[in-house]
């Protein structure tokens, strides 16, 4: 009894010491996003830092950075990132593509039908066959952790009539960010494209420079575009607002592998946060969109359909002018029909 009772008491000890080994060491991560506090992005961030320092033990400190204290745009805060000033950033695929312009792939239009499906495809190995080019392309420096969401799904608004059908869009003025597929995208419905920094955007619509934009309802609120004189909205959800959180590969990897699996549930909990949070937070939007005298107009399932087609040759563009772009849509495409046939499945099952 006295031997086991010692072979148990020495075990405890290596397993504590193992403990103070990690807890002694200490990582503080830098994490940066170019928004407030009201916005999604936040709501992830303090869910991940809860988290991780808690799980961690004390041994991962988590510094949260908002607005543009370390950088002021996506380019820089990925350099940022590849350099190692900062640990952890999040951005839009407008925001990089620049550096990785296959992730624009999420933009492109009308491949995901609802918050199941993009939710599904977006943690799985899509995102890992993302995260595997982009850590080629930087030299290995930079790091995909997670897909989450930033502000719910894209849908056209303006300031000049009740769109409809995709002809409704003929001639009008919408703005788009600094990057080709929007433009593309814009051009295909017949609207006439104009890239205005988010900035400039309650200015523009405002002053007439553009009629519309393309942003979700919590976006559209938050900004106030309605006094800048947006009124119509329409619920076609042509692209579901992916976040990409990105992190310093090496920074990563120095950490021992218990608290690497940390800061992976970090994220997890960070992108099952984003996911939820635009959910609750539109529904005070739409309800004072509509109070401040908005206009929200739903697609029929044909007019839906129709707004697929029309927008369809941005896909072809995508293949053709995007490096990367051809095998990015086939991966993107494949775990659709995926998640779709999973979802269905599920369904079936219970829904009998």
């Known amino acids: 009894m006295l031997k086991s009772l010692t072979t148990t008491l020495l075990a405890a000890t290596l397993v504590a010491g193992s403990a103070m080994a990690v807890a002694a060491q200490d990582y503080t991560l830098r994490a940066t996003a170019n928004s407030n506090e009201n916005d999604e992005d936040y709501d992830g961030l303090i869910v991940f830092k809860n988290y991780v320092e808690q799980a961690s033990n004390g041994a991962i400190a988590v510094e949260i950075f908002m607005g543009t204290q370390l950088c002021s745009t996506g380019a820089e805060c990925i350099e940022g990132v590849s350099e190692g000033s900062i640990d952890i950033n999040i951005s839009t695929s407008g925001g990089v593509a620049g550096i990785f312009p296959y992730v624009q792939v999420l933009d492109l239009p009308y491949l995901m039908?609802?918050?199941?499906?993009?939710?599904?495809?977006?943690?799985?190995?899509?995102?890992r066959t993302l995260r595997d080019k982009a850590l080629e392309d930087s030299g290995g420096t930079v790091r995909l952790m997670t897909i989450g969401n930033t502000g719910g799904w894209r849908n056209f608004a303006n300031t000049e009539r009740q769109v409809q059908t995709p002809g409704d869009l003929e001639g009008l003025k919408m703005r788009s960010i600094v990057a080709d597929l929007p433009v593309q995208l814009v051009e295909a419905l017949g609207a006439s494209a104009t890239p205005i920094p988010w900035p400039e955007l309650f200015t523009s619509l405002q002053t007439g420079v553009v009629e519309g934009t393309a942003n979700g309802i919590t976006d559209i609120m938050g900004m106030k575009f309605p006094d800048a004189g947006l009124q119509y909205l329409t619920l076609d959800g042509h692209s579901y607002m992916g976040a990409l959180w990105w992190m310093n590969n090496d920074r990563f990897m120095e950490m021992p592998p218990e608290l690497r699996r940390v800061v992976l549930d970090g994220f997890y909990a960070l992108q099952q946060a984003t996911f939820a949070s635009p959910k609750r937070k539109s529904i005070q939007a739409y309800e004072d969109f509509v109070a401040g005298g908005g206009d929200i107009y739903v697609p029929s399932p044909e007019q839906k359909a129709a707004f697929a087609e029309a927008a369809a040759p941005v896909q072809d563009w995508f293949r053709e002018n995007v490096d990367g772009g051809s095998e990015m849509l086939d991966a993107l495409l494949a775990a659709v029909e995926e998640a779709e046939?999973?979802?269905a499945a599920e369904y079936e099952m219970d829904m009998n």
Not at 114 to 127: H, Q, T, Y
Request: hydrophobic content about 45%; charged content about 40%; glycine content about 6%.
């Open 113 to 127: 039908s609802d918050d199941r499906v993009a939710e599904r495809v977006l943690s799985g190995d899509f995102m």
């Open 341 to 343: 046939a999973e979802l």
